[in-house]
């Protein structure tokens, strides 16, 4: 047993192969990571677009009938394709972003020997995950307005991703297309950070319980758990960014102020916490799919 768990530590956490001298495992890495946020988010992408519907509105009440309610008149009114509207700006972000999350975090881990040479160090583990998050955020935060802006918008307004940001720059720059990077960041750390620890964490108690990897069943299903975490843990955070990029709150607000604003006017769960039942279904699918498919991809590659 001792000679598997040195083994295991020598790899890591994530349970690959000593790698980092090889220079084109980072190309590998994005690669797998791109291909994960991709399949990821065209999996639950109609889920995706009711939740910022509810999101935006200060108006709509929230339930998860009212949900089924939006994605079945969609449906029949706009067809099939709707319930994906926005889906082209999703996969334009989600996939850099993705590959960037996890060839950050994969770097970062390496760099900072987290878990390294038989030390556990979760506190390492949580900071990883969210350094990995806030980097692949600020570089990519452009195409997730671009993505809010057109989810909730109708082809009068915007045609095409490019019109998006045409008309977005047009209005206010690149500080119009930063809009709510600060509550997004501010959200991306305990999201990030839970859910890279708590995937980490089970598939470390794991290996140390039967001495093997877990199967990608066991992947999903910490995935799933890592998810459902991290969304609870930062969606008052989600609420505020995405009304901050779609301009649905009062002018001059911060993101501290947004959040008492939302409160005072909306209250906690009709508010900061509207939709958070769909993105316990969309969210912990999104992110089991996220990790299992990134780690397939990375051993299929021998990142």
Known sequence: MSKLKDKHDEA??????????????IYKSLLAGACAGAVAKTTIAPLDRTKIYFQVSSTRGYSLKSA??????????????????????????VMPYAALQFAAFEKYRQLLQVDADGKRTPVKRYIVGSMAAVTATFLTYPLDTA?????????MQYKTLRSVFVKTYAQGGIPLLYRGIIPT????????GSSFFTYQTLKLLYFEEFQ???THLYRMLFGMISGLIGQSSSYPFDIVRRRMQTGRLPDGLGPLSALVHIYRTEGLKRGLYKGLSMNWIKG????????????????????
């Open 185 to 192: 960041i501010t959200g991306v750390i305990p999201y990030a």
């Open 212 to 214: 093997k990897e877990p």
């Open 147 to 155: 993505k809010a802006r057109l989810s909730v918008s109708t082809k």
């Open 68 to 93: 089924l309610k939006f994605i079945r008149i969609t449906y029949k009114e706009n067809g099939f394709l709707a319930l994906y509207r926005g889906n082209s700006a999703t996969m334009a972000r």
């Open 284 to 303: 912990p699918v999104a992110v089991g799919v996220s990790f299992t498919t990134y780690e397939y991809l990375r051993d299929m590659l021998h990142v």
């Open 12 to 25: 890591g956490t994530s349970g690959d192969k000593s790698r980092p001298k090889d220079s084109f495992s």
